[in-house]
């Protein structure tokens, strides 16, 4: 059995049980109400920009839009933890006109692959004839921690890491690897 999704504007999602050879339906369609679109962290993270925005002296006509990251927060499709970058959808440039938000969700587990990868390319860097130095996961990470961000709660999270698998929110400084913990 497999399940197909439609969504429609209002974020309700129709969830159908269809058999895997024929693509028949077996069930009777599902209804899901998904969230509130405007409680969604991409949409608010740009919300709360036009808002600081408008109090701007040359109001929110003076401030160009920007790329920024979303709290971290569980996916809905599938509950993986991660975060959004996102951008407001906004033709004359601005926070005046802004329509809509797009986003980019990466999980935590696929930042933590990434920076798994680096500090190995590190490793093998470090470890040839001009530098000669050997690291291992003792005494050396890649990690990405949430540094400078609006939702002061999440200050100091831990995006991802070299050897880790994460799942829940973590602050860097409670997290199992010394090296990250103490930076």
């Not at 969604?40 to 790329?67: F, K, M, N």
């Not at 809905?76 to 970058?85: N, Q």
């Not at 926070?95 to 680096?118: K, M, P, R, W």
């Given at each position: ?31 899901q109400r998904v969230y509130e679109l405007g409680k ?28 920024l990251w979303s709290p971290l927060y569980h996916n ?88 880790a698998i994460i799942t829940t929110a973590t602050y ?12």
């Open positions: 059995r497999m399940f197909a999704y439609d969504m429609n504007v209002s974020m309700i999602r129709t969830r159908w049980s269809v058999d895997w050879d024929t693509g028949i339906r077996i069930e009777p369609p599902e209804l969604h962290p991409a949409y608010t993270s740009q919300i709360a920009a036009v808002e600081r925005a408008s109090l701007h002296p040359g109001g929110a006509g003076s401030v160009p839009t920007r790329p809905w499709i599938d509950g993986r933890l991660g975060v959004a970058l996102t951008d407001a959808v906004a033709p004359c440039g601005n926070y005046s006109c802004v329509e809509g938000v797009i986003q980019a969700f990466v999980t935590v587990g696929y930042v933590s692959f990434n920076c798994d990868a680096l500090w190995a390319d590190l490793q093998s860097l470090l470890a040839g004839a001009i530098y000669d130095i050997t690291i291992d996961h003792n005494n050396s990470s890649v990690f990405v921690v949430g540094h400078k961000l609006r939702n002061a709660t999440q200050q100091g999270m831990l995006i991802g890491a070299a050897q860097a400084s409670s997290f199992e690897n010394v090296v990250v913990a103490s930076a």
